[in-house]
């Protein structure tokens, strides 16, 4: 450890007076934990610069820094930690940008998803343990950095990937934005395994859900392209709840959903039956009305309103 960090140390410092000379991923992380190693963390304009590197690190950059990247996430000074992840998240490609690669063509997947690029994604995959701990860093912010990062391994999401996301929902403090991330992270690791429906399911019907909350997951799973039925069977069931709120929402999601044919035929002829119902909330029946003469078929893209 102390070999490495005299390495790093010995590093060249960013060269401000040599515009010309590329920067690598290894010379930040290295002049970063020299600035730290002397009592001064990364400010928050530090941080926010890492979305202005241009070009991107190659994998040769991202294999060299590598060790550099694991010893930096190991950090006690959670600035430092929250500066390398955000490197690590600006790695990700978005999928409209050159240098994305699609997934297969029977693969669904999002129109705009920040990915790894393959062979960074192969070179990072031994780090997913290291990285996976910061999904419960002291700093919440590198949480949802965390997740984010974890989101970029696919189209071929590693084995190893799954285990502490699935971790993470069953956390007394996983309700919120980095639980919601985790979801989202798990519904675009497409398929969705056995696994990852119960995972999914579980955390959706945790008591400790808000209204809000729920209601927001049922909209991530509604938009998601990696549809899977059983999941989206136990998202009906919710349509017997008290709360109004989620009723509506769940209602105006049912035209994305993916349904089996009795669930579909079964789910409408309810919500024909709440249009003109006194006895239910406005806000239901409002719902009820927005998608009962437009819900023609299940998982529709176009013909329902936007929600």
């Not at 241009?54 to 820094?65: F, G, L, Q, R």
């Not at 403090?173 to 519904?187: C, K, P, Q, R, W």
């Not at 919500?271 to 078929?297: K, P």
């Amino acid at each position: 450890m102390k070999a490495l960090l005299l390495l790093l140390f010995l590093a060249p410092a960013l060269p401000a007076q040599q515009p010309d000379k590329q920067v690598t991923l290894y010379d930040r992380l290295a002049t970063m934990l020299q600035r730290e190693a002397n009592g001064h963390s990364p400010t928050d304009d530090d941080i926010a610069a890492t979305r202005l590197i241009n070009p991107a690190p190659s994998a040769d950059e991202v294999k060299a820094a590598l060790p550099a990247i694991l010893l930096a996430l190991q950090s006690p000074d959670g600035p430092a930690r929250t500066y390398t992840l955000s490197l690590l998240v600006d790695i990700e490609t978005p999928a409209n940008q050159p240098g994305y690669v699609a997934p297969p063509a029977d693969v669904p997947h999002p129109p705009i998803l920040n990915v790894f690029p393959p062979p960074i994604a192969a070179i990072l995959t031994t780090a997913i343990p290291q990285l996976a701990t910061h999904l419960t860093d002291d700093v919440l912010p590198n949480r949802s950095l965390t997740a984010t990062i974890l989101g970029g391994f696919t189209p071929n999401p590693p084995p190893t990937l799954y285990p502490p996301l699935y971790n993470f929902l069953k956390r007394p403090d996983a309700i919120g934005e980095t639980g919601s991330l985790v979801v989202d992270d798990i519904l675009q690791l497409a398929p969705l395994s056995v696994d990852s429906v119960a995972a999914i399911a579980k955390y959706i019907h945790r008591s400790d859900q808000t209204s809000d909350t729920r209601a927001n997951l049922a909209d991530d799973i509604a938009t998601s392209p990696n549809q899977n039925q059983t999941l989206n069977k136990s998202l009906i069931a919710f349509l017997s709840s008290d709360d109004s709120n989620l009723r509506a929402r769940i209602i105006l999601s049912l035209p994305a959903l993916d349904l089996s044919p009795d669930l579909y035929t079964e789910t409408h002829t309810r919500i024909l039956q709440l249009v003109d119902n006194s006895n239910e909330s406005l806000q239901v029946v409002n719902a009820a009305r927005a998608v009962a003469s437009c819900w023609t078929a299940t998982k529709m893209t176009t013909g329902c309103p936007t929600y």
